[in-house]
């Protein structure tokens, strides 16, 4: 399936990532894709505060993968400067099986750039400009992800 929920503003974005945020449990893939500017870092903040995690999310441009504290931990990657590396460099830079195992939840920004070492299931979102906000795309890969989209896609039917 693909679930499309348009939003008209930044907060609008945050509560449904948060939305998203309460039905995980530890050691799910969130991958965003989309544009500069298409509301990928706006949506990790909202899965953050629905996270219960009070410290700001930055863009963690610099530093690969930034650790937050909530109800669970969060994984904050963006890959955007690690398009082309090998899949074993790509694991020595940012050691995505590591955060996997911690049962933390790992979201990746550009995730398209790592897209040979991705886990084949995973969510994807992508982040669509529109006239009147952002379209996001719920794209489940997987029948764990599927189910996740459904029970969230029906609480806002
Ligand atoms: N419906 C919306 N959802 C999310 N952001 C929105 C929306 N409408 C406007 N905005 C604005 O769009 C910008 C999105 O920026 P954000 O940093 O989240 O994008 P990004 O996809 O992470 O960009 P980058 O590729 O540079 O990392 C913010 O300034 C936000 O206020
Ligand atoms: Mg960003």
């Keep these: 399936m693909v679930w499309k929920v348009e939003t008209r503003s930044e907060n609008e974005t945050k509560v449904l990532a948060a939305k998203l945020a309460s039905k995980l449990s530890g050691g799910e893939v969130i991958c965003l894709l989309g544009e500069l500017g298409s509301g990928k870092t706006t949506f990790v903040q909202g899965l953050a505060e629905g996270l219960g995690i009070v ?3 930055v863009s963690p441009t610099f530093t690969l993968v930034r650790e937050y504290f909530g109800r669970l931990m969060l994984f904050h990657v963006d890959a955007y400067r690690l398009s ?3 899949a ?3 694991q020595q830079q940012i050691g995505l099986l590591d955060y ?3 049962k ?3 979201v990746i920004e ?3 750039m790592i897209a040979h070492i991705l886990p084949t299931e995973r969510l994807e979102i992508i ?3 529109t006239e009147n906000g952002r379209l996001i795309n719920f794209m489940p890969i997987g029948e764990f992800y599927e ?3 459904e029970r969230i896609a029906s609480e806002r039917r």
């Design 100 to 102: 996997m195992e911690r």
């Design 55 to 57: 410290a700001p999310i």
């Design 104 to 106: 933390g939840v790992v």
């Design 88 to 90: 074993e460099d790509v």
């Design 147 to 149: 189910s996740l989209v």
């Design 84 to 86: 082309g590396l090998s």
């Design 127 to 129: 982040f669509e400009h």
């Design 110 to 112: 550009w995730a398209d």
